[in-house]
C-alpha cells in the first residue's frame, strides 16, 4: 500500500485511506494541507478568496459577493477545494491558502471548465478525448502566510491529487496584476517568444477576449528582468516545466491579465517529482 510520508514530526497516512477521514494530505508544524469535506469549510475558502481579492487586491465584488464577503460562483459547488490550515490558532483552525481543483469527468457532467470563458480549449479536449485533465483555479494565500512552507504544502497538495485521480493534464488561468497589456509587455513578450505551449496542447484566448502578447521585439527582452516582472505563481509554472497558450485576456473585474497555463505531467521537470515524491511519498519541510 502506498503511504505518503510527510516532514519530520509528522504522520505517515495511506493514500486509501484519504477518500476517508479527514483527507488531511500533508502537515508541515501546525499547518495541514487538506481537500475541504464540508460546505462551511468552503464558505471559509470563499471569504478568504474575498478578502485575497477584494479587499487586499483590486477586484470590484459584485452585489452579491459585497453582502456575503464571500468570492462565489457555480463552479464552486462542484468543483474540490484544496485547503492549507493553520491548526495553532486560538480560536480553531484557520484556512490560510486555497485552490480550486476541476477534473475533467466532473466538468463534463455539469457545465464545462471556468476558463473556457477566456480560452478556447476544445482544440485541446478533441485532441486528448480520453485524457484526464485538472483545472487549476482560485488559487490565494492569506498574506502572512505566503511563505515557503504554505506553498510547499499547497503543491504537495495537488500533486497528491493529480496521483490519486491519474491525471494526465492541468491547466488553468494565471494572472497579473493590472489591466494594461502595455505595461505588462517585458514579461508577456517573454512568455510569447520563449513559453508557448507546444501543438500538441495549444490553447488560444477567445477571438473576441483575445490580447497579443508579443509585444516587444526579441532584442528587447531581457530574460532575467522578464522573470522578475512575473507573479510568484507564474514564476513557480514555469520552474515546474509549463508553457502557455497564444493570447492574454483583460479581466476587469478582478483587474487582471489573464494568461493560460498548460502543464501535462509527463513536462514537469523530474526535480520536482523527485522533491514531492513520485507517488507523494516525500515531502521537504
Not at 516532514?7 to 484519504?18: M, Q, V, Y
Not at 487549476?136 to 510547499?152: A, N
Not at 495549444?202 to 490580447?211: C, I
Request: proline share 5%; glycine share 6%; with cysteine.
Amino acid at each position: 500500500m502506498l503511504t505518503l510520508r510527510l516532514p519530520s514530526g509528522g504522520h505517515f497516512l495511506p493514500l486509501a485511506r484519504l477518500a476517508r477521514e479527514d483527507r488531511v494530505l500533508g502537515r508541515i508544524g501546525s499547518l495541514e494541507v487538506r481537500l475541504a469535506t464540508k460546505k462551511k469549510h468552503i464558505k471559509k475558502a470563499q471569504r478568504l478568496r474575498y478578502e485575497v481579492f477584494y479587499e487586499d487586491g483590486q477586484a470590484i465584488p459584485d452585489l452579491v459577493a459585497k453582502l456575503a464577503r464571500r468570492d462565489m460562483d457555480a463552479f464552486d459547488a462542484v468543483c474540490d477545494h484544496l485547503l492549507v490550515v493553520d491548526t495553532a490558532k486560538k480560536f480553531g483552525r484557520k484556512i490560510v491558502g486555497t485552490y480550486r481543483l476541476l477534473r475533467r469527468d466532473i466538468a463534463d457532467e455539469h457545465f464545462g471548465f471556468y476558463s473556457e470563458s477566456e480560452f478556447d480549449i476544445t482544440p485541446v479536449l478533441q485532441r486528448h478525448p480520453q485524457a484526464r485533465l485538472l483545472e487549476l483555479g482560485r488559487s490565494c494565500v492569506l498574506k502572512p502566510y505566503r511563505d515557503k512552507r504554505t506553498v510547499e504544502l499547497l503543491w504537495h497538495g495537488i500533486w497528491t491529487y493529480v496521483r490519486q485521480h491519474r491525471i494526465d493534464a492541468m491547466f488553468g488561468c494565471a494572472s497579473f496584476d493590472g489591466t494594461d497589456p502595455d505595461q505588462l509587455a517585458l514579461p508577456l513578450s517573454f512568455l510569447a517568444r520563449n513559453a508557448l505551449v507546444r501543438d500538441e496542447w495549444r490553447v488560444r484566448a477567445l477571438e473576441n477576449r483575445y490580447v497579443a502578447m508579443e509585444r516587444l521585439a526579441g532584442t528587447d527582452i531581457d530574460p532575467k528582468r522578464a522573470i522578475a516582472a512575473m507573479p510568484p505563481l507564474i514564476k513557480g509554472y514555469l520552474r515546474l516545466g509549463a508553457r502557455f497558450g497564444d493570447g492574454a485576456v483583460i479581466d476587469k473585474q478582478f483587474n487582471t491579465t489573464d494568461v493560460m497555463v498548460v502543464l501535462p505531467v509527463s513536462d514537469i521537470e523530474p526535480r520536482y517529482i523527485a522533491h514531492f515524491g513520485a507517488d507523494a511519498e516525500r515531502h521537504a519541510a
